[in-house]
């Protein structure tokens, strides 16, 4: 039997503002001893699982983000290569990272993106933080591509948004935050709404072959009752998060899970 490089790995899915609800499965979590080794993440993911992996606490990071609109984390951009930009998160990012690079993050960090001329998830893993995590967060459509050396790349969750992958023989446990469910959608018009429900949709393909590879998984279905692009809940979506954990913890056996 080969010997695991990690203990725990934790696995953060993609959804916009759902990922608040990453902040409060990390701090229940935590409050149950239970620590990552090794993080891969992807959009969303790929925010809170960086701010995390640089030493920020799940309640830091909520205030990072907390209280802004939309219009604070992206603006209006002209409509050649998508419709908004990602100002806010940038700046959150340079302003608050202590790590430029991969290499000086606590935890070590996996970060997918969708490589536009290739076709392929890319998963990064060294060198300059920045551009992957925005790159991995850039929504297709609604926000223009990242280009890192002459490549265009848009968010992970087009091809990977449950990036198990670059982890999955390399931990002994694996647990998986997953925030984008779908459901039942009555009213959808509009560029920007047609936009976020299609990338919706997209981003939950064959979930449910992959939660079997968890040892923990936690998916709130009440997740589908907030929008991607709504960031004002960041507090309820929190509570969703550490809810939904804190339920699923007493259905396993913690000493095992945090054993070395």
Not at 56 to 69: A, D, M, V
Not at 87 to 93: F, Y
Not at 159 to 185: A, W
């Amino acid at each position: 039997m080969s010997v695991k490089l990690y203990n725990v790995g934790l696995v953060l899915s993609g959804g916009g503002a759902r990922g608040f609800a990453h902040l409060g499965v990390i701090q229940a979590l935590n409050e149950a001893g239970i620590f990552p080794d090794v993080i891969s993440g992807t959009s969303a993911g790929a925010l809170i699982g960086v701010l995390y992996a640089d030493g920020y606490t799940p309640g830091e990071i909520l205030n990072l983000l907390n209280g802004g609109s939309r219009l604070d984390f992206m603006r209006p951009a002209l409509p050649r290569e998508g419709l908004l930009q990602i100002s806010g998160i940038l700046k959150i990012l340079k302003s608050s990272l202590r790590s430029k690079i991969f290499e000086e993050l606590k935890i070590p960090m996996y970060v997918s993106a969708t490589d536009l001329n290739n076709g392929r998830a890319v998963y990064f893993s060294e060198g300059d933080l920045f551009e992957p995590v925005i790159a991995s967060a850039s929504i297709p459509v609604l926000f223009q591509p990242v280009k890192i050396n002459d490549i265009s790349y848009v968010d992970g969750g087009v091809l990977d948004n449950l990036p198990i992958k670059p982890i999955e023989n390399k931990c002994r446990i694996f647990i998986g935050s997953f925030v984008n469910p779908v459901g039942y959608m009555e009213k959808i018009s509009g560029l920007i709404n047609i936009a976020e429900r299609t990338f919706m949709l997209s981003m939950s393909k064959e979930i449910f072959e992959k939660s079997k590879k968890f040892d923990l998984f936690i998916a709130p279905p009440e997740l589908r009752n907030y929008k991607i692009m709504d960031p004002e809940k960041s507090g309820e979506l929190f509570m969703i998060g550490y809810k939904a954990t804190n339920e699923k913890l007493k259905t396993i056996d913690i000493e095992s899970m945090i054993l070395q």
